[in-house]
């Protein structure tokens, strides 16, 4: 006989669950599916295997999406300290680390086991692995075609993520369904993820990967109603390939290709003002003076790819010689030509065009008793903890009006 369910959610994920727990809660009958042989790795692998699980700060000013109003209905109904409240509830210990980012004190697998107590409270069955072939609209709602059989529900919800991290199982499911009913995407692609530069480009900056600085770094206008563009204060990791480390993470989800990034180097210190006013007093070669406020590789690195002389003394250099490198450091421009991609991504920008869907429940407005919430949707959070309050958010939101 055909399994029959008021709810079907797939991809038991963060959204997923908490979806799938807000459903049996109000005494719905909801089944929760996924491909994957173990629950929730993206949880278990976040924070470094602390999942840093919301940010005490996130509000809308913290997501990018092509409809930015679209997120503020589920976030202001379901906030941070809502998430924390059933943290506590739950006995979880937290503490708060950089910008309000808040972790456990122990083990992801502390959110995890939460979220399935949560399920458990509502009685909510479970196929996994179970694999889902097809989704079939029929007259009252839908059928499930899986490879453990077909499943029938009035309303089914869609959480199976976006394209980041292929080694975890994530898949284009989300965006195969959209397609056939036909609902229009954002195009799809990796964000918070490390940045490429062309070989020959950074050949010079490769004796450099290791180092790490904080930096400002920006990309795109930043001006205007609409802006387009980022801007932050992070820490900056060279590699052998390109640049990591939360500032250019941050960064990533608003680079678009063919434009530059712009990095400021020494964000407290206005290096040729300082350099100009300093050449009467200061004997040393520059490459000294520049390792007082910079590594001394990434000093040494700098002036030889831009073209100065090692041995050159800071007193005998030409005034627009020193504002030369004063841009060099602290308005270092350099256009990326690529990413790592979905496999060191941490999210997937893009995504259902959230103009498809009710910001109040997240269903489809075209078709009755389809939603889509978490990463699957074009709403894309900063890194520390917004991606989760997200996925908390419009799991509830989803959850309650199903």
């Given at each position: 006989?055909?399994?029959?369910?008021?709810?079907?959610?797939?991809?038991?994920?963060?959204a997923?669950?908490?979806?799938?727990?807000?459903?049996?809660?109000?005494?719905?009958?909801?089944?929760?599916?996924?491909?994957?042989?173990?629950?929730?790795?993206?949880?278990?692998?976040?924070?470094?295997?602390?999942?840093?699980?919301?940010?005490?700060?996130?509000?809308?000013?913290?997501?990018?999406?092509?409809?930015?109003?679209?997120?503020?209905?589920?976030?202001?109904?379901?906030?941070?300290?809502?998430?924390v409240?059933?943290?506590?509830?739950?006995?979880?210990?937290y503490?708060?680390?950089h910008?309000?980012?808040?972790?456990?004190?122990?083990?992801?697998?502390?959110?995890i086991?939460?979220?399935?107590?949560?399920?458990?409270?509502?009685?909510?069955?479970?196929?996994?692995?179970?694999?889902?072939?097809?989704?079939?609209?029929?007259?009252?709602?839908f059928?499930?075609?899986?490879?453990?059989?077909?499943?029938?529900?009035?309303?089914?919800?869609?959480?199976?993520?976006?394209?980041?991290?292929?080694?975890?199982?994530?898949?284009?499911f989300?965006?195969?369904?959209?397609?056939?009913?036909?609902?229009?995407?954002?195009?799809?692609?990796?964000?918070?993820?490390?940045?490429?530069?062309?070989?020959?480009?950074?050949?010079p900056?490769?004796?450099?990967?290791?180092?790490?600085?904080?930096?400002?770094?920006?990309?795109?206008?930043?001006?205007?109603?609409?802006?387009?563009?980022?801007?932050?204060?992070?820490?900056?990791?060279?590699?052998?390939?390109?640049?990591?480390?939360?500032?250019?993470?941050?960064?990533?989800?608003y680079?678009?290709?063919?434009?530059?990034?712009?990095?400021?180097?020494?964000?407290?210190?206005?290096?040729?003002?300082?350099?100009?006013?300093?050449?009467?007093?200061?004997?040393?070669?520059?490459?000294?003076v520049?390792?007082?406020?910079?590594?001394?590789?990434?000093?040494?690195?700098?002036?030889?790819?831009?073209?100065?002389?090692?041995?050159?003394?800071?007193?005998?250099?030409?005034?627009?010689?020193?504002?030369?490198?004063?841009?060099?450091?602290?308005?270092w421009?350099?256009?990326?030509?690529?990413?790592?991609?979905?496999?060191?991504?941490?999210?997937?920008?893009?995504?259902?065009?959230?103009?498809?869907?009710?910001?109040q429940?997240?269903?489809v407005?075209?078709?009755?008793?389809?939603?889509?919430?978490?990463?699957?949707?074009?709403v894309?959070?900063?890194?520390?903890?917004?991606?989760f309050?997200?996925?908390?958010?419009?799991?509830?939101?989803?959850?309650?009006?199903?």
């Amino acid at each position: 006989m055909m399994a029959k369910f008021d709810v079907a959610v797939i991809g038991a994920g963060a959204a997923g669950m908490m979806c799938a727990a807000t459903a049996a809660q109000r005494g719905k009958r909801v089944v929760l599916i996924d491909h994957a042989t173990k629950l929730a790795e993206k949880i278990r692998i976040s924070g470094g295997g602390r999942c840093n699980f919301t940010n005490i700060n996130a509000g809308p000013a913290n997501f990018l999406s092509e409809n930015p109003h679209f997120c503020k209905s589920a976030l202001s109904r379901y906030t941070a300290a809502d998430f924390v409240a059933l943290v506590k509830k739950h006995r979880i210990g937290y503490h708060e680390k950089h910008r309000g980012q808040l972790f456990c004190d122990d083990s992801a697998e502390q959110i995890i086991d939460m979220l399935k107590d949560e399920c458990a409270g509502g009685d909510v069955h479970w196929r996994m692995p179970c694999k889902v072939d097809s989704l079939e609209q029929v007259d009252g709602g839908f059928v499930l075609h899986t490879d453990s059989g077909e499943i029938e529900a009035d309303a089914v919800v869609i959480a199976t993520g976006g394209l980041s991290i292929a080694k975890i199982g994530a898949t284009d499911f989300a965006y195969r369904i959209a397609s056939q009913f036909e609902l229009r995407m954002v195009e799809p692609r990796p964000a918070l993820v490390p940045l490429t530069f062309d070989p020959q480009q950074w050949a010079p900056f490769v004796e450099m990967a290791g180092i790490a600085l904080e930096v400002d770094v920006e990309t795109g206008s930043l001006k205007g109603r609409n802006p387009t563009g980022g801007r932050f204060r992070e820490d900056l990791l060279f590699t052998h390939r390109g640049l990591s480390g939360p500032a250019i993470l941050q960064i990533s989800s608003y680079w678009m290709p063919g434009t530059p990034i712009v990095i400021n180097l020494l964000p407290e210190l206005d290096l040729a003002a300082t350099l100009i006013e300093g050449k009467g007093t200061i004997k040393k070669q520059l490459g000294n003076v520049l390792s007082q406020w910079l590594p001394a590789r990434l000093a040494e690195g700098l002036l030889l790819a831009h073209g100065f002389d090692l041995e050159a003394r800071l007193a005998d250099l030409p005034d627009a010689q020193l504002r030369k490198l004063g841009a060099a450091v602290n308005q270092w421009t350099i256009t990326p030509n690529g990413s790592e991609g979905y496999k060191k991504a941490e999210v997937t920008r893009g995504g259902v065009d959230t103009r498809e869907l009710s910001q109040q429940s997240m269903m489809v407005t075209k078709v009755p008793g389809l939603y889509f919430i978490g990463e699957a949707v074009d709403v894309t959070g900063w890194l520390g903890g917004y991606n989760f309050q997200w996925a908390w958010a419009s799991g509830v939101a989803a959850g309650q009006a199903v």
